[in-house]
C-alpha cells in the first residue's frame, strides 16, 4: 500500500520490464510535482478544503464508477467484513485527503508536507497495535529518526525558546524611554496659551520638534496596540502562534488517518484495487456534503450561485491534476520498484519548499529545514529497508 494525497494506491500484480522503467521513473516524477502544484495552489489560492474535497472527490467517484460499469465489476465486496473495512476505508481516506486541504489554510507548505510525510511511523505503530506485527531495528531507528525531524521541523515552545530573537525588536523602546524627549512640550504647558508663547515656537521651531515627538509616539503607541490586540486575539506563543500548532494538528492527524487506512486496507481479503479507490471518493463526497451542511456559511449547500464560473474552473482543474498525478503514480508502481516510486514521492518536500520560498517567500529557519531533511531520508530509509538488508545479508 502506498499512501498519497489523493488516497491509497494499491499495487496490483507488478509489471517487471527492463524496457519501461524510464517511463516509470517519469511517471514516478510527474505525480510527485502534480501533487505538489496541487497542495501548492490550493494554500496560495486559499481554496476552501470543503470545496476542494467535494470536487476531487465527486471526479475520482464518477470515473472509477464508470470504470468499474464497464468491466461489470460488482460495487460490493463478497463478505460482510470486507463490505464494512471497504466502506471504513472510505471514510477514513476522505477523511485524509480534507484533513491535508485543512491544514494547509494554517501553516507553510513545506512544514505541512514533512508532518503528512510522518506516516509511516504511525503505520509502524498502528500495525503494532492492531495487526501484531514485529517491529525489527532498521524500522524502529528510522522511526525515532522520523519523531526528531517532526520535532525540529514543529520546534514547540516548550523545547525551543526564541525569546532571544524576540528581544531584537526592542531598539524602538529607547524612543520611548527618552524622558527628555517625551517631556519636551508639558515643559512649556505653563505659557501654551499665551500668544508670546505661540510666536516663539514658530521662530525657534519648537513646534515642529514637538509634532514630530508626538508623531513617532503616536505610531509607536498604535503598533504596540496592534500588537497586543493580535497576541490576545490569537494567544500568540513565542516563534509559531496558536494558528500554526492548529495546522500541525491537522497534518499530524492526515498522517494518523492514512496510516489507519493502510491498516484496515492490509486487513481487507476480497476486494480490487479499483474499489477502494472508488469508495475512497465517496467517502470523500459523503464527508464533504456533511460537513457543509454544518457550515451555515458553506457556499456549496447555502449558496452554490455565489461560486464563480472561475474558482469552479480552478477546482476542476486542481481536481483533475491530482487525479491525472494519481493515475501516473499508480501506473508508476507496475513499471518500477515500489522503494523507487517512495523514494521520488519523498522528493515533494524538496519541491514544496522551493515553492514556498521562491514564490510565497516564507523562508524557513535552519532548524526546520534539518527536521525536514532528517523527516525525507526517514521515509527513503524505510522504503530501502528491504532492498539494503537483502544487500547487507547476500554478505
Same mark, same amino acid.
Given at each position: 500500500?502506498?499512501?498519497?494525497?489523493?488516497?491509497?494506491?494499491?499495487?496490483?500484480?507488478?509489471?517487471?520490464?527492463?524496457?519501461?522503467?524510464?517511463?516509470?521513473?517519469?511517471?514516478?516524477?510527474?505525480?510527485?510535482?502534480?501533487?505538489?502544484?496541487?497542495?501548492?495552489?490550493?494554500?496560495?489560492?486559499?481554496?476552501?478544503?470543503l470545496?476542494?474535497?467535494?470536487?476531487?472527490?465527486?471526479?475520482?467517484?464518477?470515473?472509477?464508477?464508470?470504470?468499474?460499469?464497464?468491466?461489470?465489476?460488482?460495487?460490493?465486496?463478497?463478505?460482510?467484513?470486507?463490505?464494512?473495512?471497504?466502506?471504513?476505508?472510505?471514510?477514513?481516506?476522505?477523511?485524509?485527503?480534507?484533513?491535508?486541504?485543512?491544514?494547509?489554510?494554517?501553516?507553510?507548505?513545506?512544514?505541512?508536507?514533512?508532518?503528512?510525510?510522518?506516516?509511516?511511523?504511525?503505520?509502524?505503530?498502528? /500495525?503494532?497495535?492492531?495487526?501484531?506485527?514485529?517491529?525489527? &531495528? &532498521?524500522?524502529?531507528?528510522?522511526?525515532?529518526?522520523?519523531?526528531?525531524?517532526?520535532?525540529?521541523?514543529?520546534?514547540?515552545?516548550?523545547?525551543?525558546?526564541p525569546?532571544?530573537?524576540?528581544?531584537?525588536?526592542?531598539?524602538?523602546?529607547?524612543?520611548?524611554?527618552?524622558?527628555?524627549?517625551?517631556?519636551?512640550?508639558?515643559?512649556?504647558?505653563?505659557?501654551?496659551?499665551?500668544?508670546?508663547?505661540?510666536?516663539?515656537?514658530?521662530?525657534?521651531?519648537?513646534?515642529?520638534?514637538?509634532?514630530?515627538?508626538?508623531?513617532?509616539?503616536?505610531?509607536?503607541?498604535?503598533?504596540?496596540?496592534?500588537?497586543?490586540?493580535t497576541?490576545?486575539?490569537?494567544?500568540?506563543?513565542p516563534?509559531?502562534?496558536?494558528?500554526?500548532?492548529?495546522?500541525?494538528?491537522?497534518?499530524?492527524?492526515?498522517?494518523?488517518?492514512?496510516?489507519?487506512?493502510?491498516?484496515?486496507?492490509?486487513?481487507?481479503?476480497?476486494?480490487?484495487?479499483?474499489?477502494?479507490?472508488?469508495?475512497?471518493g465517496?467517502?470523500?463526497?459523503?464527508?464533504?456534503?456533511?460537513?457543509?451542511?454544518?457550515?451555515?456559511?458553506?457556499?456549496?449547500?447555502?449558496?452554490?450561485? /455565489?461560486?464563480?464560473?472561475?474558482?469552479?474552473?480552478?477546482?476542476?482543474?486542481?481536481?483533475?491534476?491530482?487525479?491525472?498525478?494519481?493515475y501516473?503514480?499508480?501506473?508508476?508502481?507496475?513499471?518500477?520498484?515500489?522503494?523507487t516510486?517512495?523514494?521520488?514521492?519523498?522528493?515533494?518536500?524538496?519541491?514544496?519548499?522551493?515553492?514556498?520560498? +521562491?514564490?510565497?517567500?516564507?523562508?524557513?529557519?535552519?532548524? +526546520?529545514i534539518?527536521?525536514?531533511?532528517?523527516?525525507?531520508?526517514?521515509?527513503?530509509?524505510?522504503?530501502?529497508?528491504?532492498?539494503?538488508?537483502?544487500?547487507?545479508?547476500?554478505?
Amino acid at each position: 500500500v502506498i499512501g498519497t494525497s489523493f488516497g491509497p494506491v494499491i499495487l496490483p500484480d507488478a509489471i517487471n520490464s527492463s524496457r519501461d522503467w524510464m517511463l516509470g521513473w517519469f511517471l514516478a516524477i510527474i505525480s510527485g510535482v502534480l501533487f505538489t502544484a496541487n497542495n501548492f495552489f490550493v494554500k496560495y489560492l486559499n481554496v476552501d478544503a470543503l470545496e476542494m474535497l467535494l470536487i476531487r472527490s465527486g471526479l475520482q467517484t464518477i470515473l472509477i464508477m464508470i470504470g468499474l460499469i464497464s468491466t461489470r465489476t460488482s460495487f460490493l465486496p463478497p463478505t460482510l467484513k470486507d463490505r464494512i473495512l471497504v466502506i471504513l476505508q472510505g471514510i477514513m481516506s476522505g477523511a485524509r485527503v480534507f484533513l491535508q486541504f485543512a491544514c494547509l489554510s494554517f501553516m507553510p507548505l513545506g512544514d505541512a508536507l514533512t508532518l503528512v510525510f510522518t506516516e509511516p511511523l504511525w503505520t509502524i505503530i498502528l /500495525s503494532k497495535i492492531i495487526l501484531k506485527i514485529n517491529i525489527g &531495528w &532498521w524500522k524502529m531507528m528510522f522511526g525515532l529518526f522520523l519523531v526528531g525531524g517532526m520535532v525540529l521541523c514543529i520546534q514547540p515552545p516548550f523545547l525551543f525558546n526564541p525569546a532571544a530573537e524576540m528581544n531584537t525588536t526592542a531598539i524602538s523602546d529607547p524612543i520611548e524611554n527618552n524622558t527628555a524627549i517625551n517631556d519636551l512640550s508639558p515643559a512649556f504647558n505653563v505659557s501654551e496659551d499665551s500668544t508670546i508663547f505661540n510666536k516663539i515656537k514658530d521662530i525657534s521651531g519648537i513646534k515642529y520638534v514637538e509634532k514630530y515627538v508626538q508623531d513617532v509616539n503616536r505610531i509607536l503607541q498604535e503598533e504596540r496596540k496592534e500588537e497586543d490586540d493580535t497576541n490576545d486575539n490569537n494567544d500568540e506563543l513565542p516563534g509559531h502562534g496558536v494558528k500554526y500548532f492548529i495546522g500541525v494538528a491537522l497534518a499530524l492527524s492526515t498522517a494518523v488517518t492514512g496510516a489507519l487506512t493502510n491498516v484496515i486496507i492490509a486487513k481487507v481479503e476480497g476486494a480490487s484495487s479499483s474499489l477502494m479507490v472508488f469508495y475512497s471518493g465517496l467517502g470523500g463526497v459523503v464527508l464533504a456534503l456533511a460537513f457543509s451542511f454544518m457550515d451555515p456559511d458553506n457556499r456549496i449547500v447555502f449558496n452554490v450561485g /455565489s461560486i464563480g464560473l472561475d474558482e469552479w474552473l480552478i477546482l476542476v482543474i486542481l481536481g483533475g491534476s491530482g487525479l491525472i498525478g494519481y493515475y501516473s503514480m499508480t501506473r508508476s508502481l507496475q513499471l518500477i520498484p515500489p522503494t523507487t516510486v517512495a523514494v521520488l514521492r519523498a522528493l515533494e518536500i524538496i519541491l514544496a519548499y522551493i515553492s514556498q520560498g +521562491a514564490v510565497m517567500g516564507e523562508i524557513p529557519n535552519l532548524l +526546520a529545514i534539518s527536521g525536514s531533511s532528517i523527516v525525507m531520508f526517514s521515509v527513503i530509509g524505510f522504503a530501502m529497508e528491504e532492498t539494503l538488508l537483502s544487500c547487507y545479508n547476500c554478505y
